[in-house]
Structure formats: structure tokens, C-alpha cells
């Protein structure tokens, strides 16, 4: 594999935190072509309070998924537009036009971490 396509296939992570609360998460950032393509496909599922962020996206599909996801929509100051829970595997389809992007996570996870629409996610500096 060629230098350039090893750095493509290499995923940055960030740690997110809800403003005003003790909500955290890691979540791998997809945002390239391949990477958003590929997305979760033929994954398996994420542990708790992980997540891939994809970006820019405002769709998904759950074609080649092996598991459920909740899908949460993002603008661009990081707010929550749109909650989608049990995302299910092969038959899955979401939308939320005005999203910049969005994070999916194993089925569960948005209920599990307390996410509501309405919520800003702001980047964490790593100590």
C-alpha cells in the first residue's frame, strides 16, 4: 500500500463533550471519500460512548451493516438536529437535509448517553 492510501485508511479520533453536562464520548472521524463510503459497513458493533462522526453527511443507509445504529445529526456549530434510534441493519435509511454531519453509534447508545435534539457537542481537549 502506497504512502498516500495508508494515511487515507488512518482514522483521527476525537473526544466530544455535551456543553453542560458530564457527557462524553471518542468518536473515529470519517472525512474522506473513503472513509464516509465506507462508514460502519461490515463493521462490528462499537463499544459504549464510541461512534464514527461522518462529515460533511446528511444521509446514511444501513446496506452492508451487521448490526443496529442511532444515527445523530449534527449542524455546523455542533448542535443535535435529529435523533434516529435502531437504525436496523440492510433496511435502514435516514435524512436530515440541514445536517453537516452525523454520528452513528451501536443501537442503544443515544438513550444510553442521554442525547437530546437541541444539545451542542463542542471538541474536548485530550490531557
Sequence with gaps: MDEKR?????????????EGTNITLTA???T????RFRGL???????????????????????????AIDAVYFDQQGKILKITRHLRPWLGLSAC?????????TAGQ??????QTGQ???FREQK
Excluded: Y
Design 41 to 67: 459497513m461490515l463493521s462490528r458493533p462499537l463499544p459504549p460512548a464510541t461512534g464514527l462522526l461522518i462529515t460533511p453527511c446528511n444521509s446514511i443507509h444501513m446496506c452492508f451493516m451487521r448490526f
Design 28 to 30: 473515529r472521524l470519517a
Design 110 to 115: 443515544a438513550d444510553a448517553l442521554g442525547l
Design 97 to 105: 437535509w440541514h445536517a453537516k454531519s452525523v454520528l452513528e453509534m
Design 120 to 122: 451542542i457537542f463542542t
Design 32 to 35: 474522506n471519500f473513503w472513509q
Design 6 to 18: 495508508k494515511k487515507e485508511a488512518i482514522m483521527e479520533t476525537q473526544t466530544f463533550q455535551v
